[in-house]
């Protein structure tokens, strides 16, 4: 069956270091790769999409990057504000809009 | 514009109980989604629909059913709530069917089955 897989255990961080954040899938390369972030007791916010032919995208301080060869995607927070802590979701999404999201990861940003 | 809205926000059912969780969009999109979200797994999808009239199953549909008649709205209806459809239950929105488009979410109805 096709996966997507992120880290499970919550990345501490100190403020202003970059974190850098996992997906990885099986099977096929997806057409699209999308990150949202989930703050605690709300709905997921997108945050950035990648295209399968693309290999890096960039949003303020944030990037994103797409390796099909490894089958995984990396989403980095450079100079991390305590802000940005929430937890991340990545979702695999191919041409005909099926979705498969992970499970998220917890980020904490400590100042 | 509201975006996406979800009622009620929390919810408590005893097995057996019947409840609609209701979900509206202002942004016109065709597209309408149900998810439910359990700890250590990602969003999984329950129903979808393409536009008004028109729903189809997700991954884990069983339990539950629903029904598009504006595009507007999109209820999701538990038949008869089981202690394994405590979850936490997001509507989301999109302008189109395509991956490459964005999904907006609601704020999410937390449902406990006792």
């Known amino acids: ?111 | 514009n509201a975006g996406v809205t979800q009622t009620p926000k929390f919810q408590v059912l005893k097995t057996g109980q019947s409840m609609t969780l209701q979900c509206a969009q202002d942004m016109n999109h065709e597209y309408m989604s149900w998810y439910r979200q359990d700890p250590g797994m990602g969003l999984r999808l329950i129903h979808y629909s393409v536009g008004a009239g028109i729903t189809d199953q997700g991954e884990v549909p069983n339990g539950y059913n629903v029904s598009r008649s504006t595009t507007e709205d999109f209820p999701l209806r538990l038949l008869s709530a089981a202690p394994s459809q405590t979850s936490v239950y997001f509507c989301a929105s999109r302008p189109g069917l395509a991956g490459n488009n964005e999904q907006f979410f609601g704020p999410g109805t937390r449902l406990t089955v006792l």
Do not use: M
């Open chain 1, 1 to 111: 069956s096709q996966k997507i897989e992120q880290n499970s255990e919550a990345l501490n961080i100190q403020e202003g270091k970059t974190a850098t954040l996992t997906c990885n899938y099986t099977n096929y390369s997806p057409a699209y790769l999308q990150w949202y972030r989930q703050d605690p007791g709300r709905g997921p916010v997108f945050l950035l999409l990648i295209r399968e032919n693309e290999k890096e995208k960039r949003k303020e301080r944030l990037k994103v990057t797409f390796d099909t060869t490894l089958k995984q995607s990396l989403f980095h927070i450079t100079a991390s504000q305590p802000a940005d802590s929430a937890t991340y979701l990545c979702a695999r999404t191919d041409s005909w809009g099926k979705f498969q999201f992970g499970a998220g990861t917890q980020v904490v940003v400590t100042p």
